[in-house]
């Protein structure tokens, strides 16, 4: 059964960035559409980003990383990652990984999640 794990959280200046690895464990992450959510606090979960299995050709992204967030997979290493930029307190939040078989924005599609890893964006 398909276990995700999320990595490469961490504290970040205003202004720097990060790069998220989520990761597969006891199968394959290859036919998996993947999506990116993250829970700032005191918030509920936010759909951050999202991309679809296989080729990975589409991808798509809330309106509030636009062009700072670009996400990507490596099926040869079985990793999709988050790289994050021109980061801001605003990001600060647990970033969680999840599969499913669409790339959507809502976390009702997604079969899978992972733990989350904690990003701190602070000065």
């Known amino acids: 059964q398909l276990q995700l794990v999320e990595s490469g959280g961490g504290l970040v200046q205003p202004g720097g960035s990060l790069r998220l690895s989520c990761a597969a464990s006891?199968?394959?992450?290859?036919?998996?559409?993947i999506g990116w959510f993250r829970q700032a606090p005191g918030k509920g979960r936010a759909w951050v980003s999202c991309?679809?299995?296989?080729?990975?050709?589409?991808?798509r992204y809330a309106d509030s990383v636009k062009g700072r967030f670009t996400i990507s997979r490596d099926n040869a290493k079985d990793t999709v990652y988050l790289e994050m930029s021109s980061l801001t307190p605003e990001d600060t939040a647990i970033y969680s990984c999840?599969?499913?078989?669409?790339?959507?924005?809502?976390?009702?599609?997604?079969?899978?999640w992972g733990q989350g890893t904690q990003v701190t964006v602070s000065s």
């Open positions: 006891r199968s394959t992450l290859y036919s998996y559409a």
């Open positions: 991309i679809n299995g296989r080729g990975g050709s589409n991808t």
């Open positions: 999840a599969a499913g078989w669409d790339c959507s924005n809502l976390g009702s599609d997604y079969d899978r």
